[in-house]
């Protein structure tokens, strides 16, 4: 459960982060076959497509985001993804710069 609660305040804080004042934020959560999949979006800033690679790389900010932000980090989505791994989940994220992200947490179901 903290594993959990720690992957989604990450996504939630870099939704906040990394949008305007006012940007709507969507969390969502739905059941599938396979598990439970968790989703953060929102229409901030994005991530250049060519430095999506590298999103969950320890260290590592993308170059808009330090500009925007440039006390970050870059261990959140890294840490995240640590968890994600270590509870068995997924995480992943879909993103167009200037038009914003969606992170996914994929929990699958328990046998």
């Known amino acids: 459960v903290e594993a959990l609660s ?15 004042p006012g940007q709507e934020i969507v969390f969502d959560a739905s059941g599938e076959t396979t598990g439970v999949v968790f989703l953060v979006q929102d229409s901030g800033i994005g991530v250049p497509r060519e430095e999506q690679k590298r999103i969950f790389e320890r260290f590592y900010r993308g170059s808009n985001a330090k ?25 992943s994220f879909e993103s167009e ?5 969606t992170f996914y947490l994929r929990i699958p179901r328990s046998k």
């Open 97 to 101: 710069e200037g038009k914003g992200t």
């Open 67 to 91: 500009a925007m932000k440039p006390d970050g980090t870059g261990l959140g989505l890294y840490i995240a993804s640590m968890l994600a791994e270590k509870i068995g989940a997924k995480v």
């Open 6 to 20: 720690t992957i989604l305040e990450c996504f939630v804080s870099n939704a906040i982060n990394y949008s305007q």
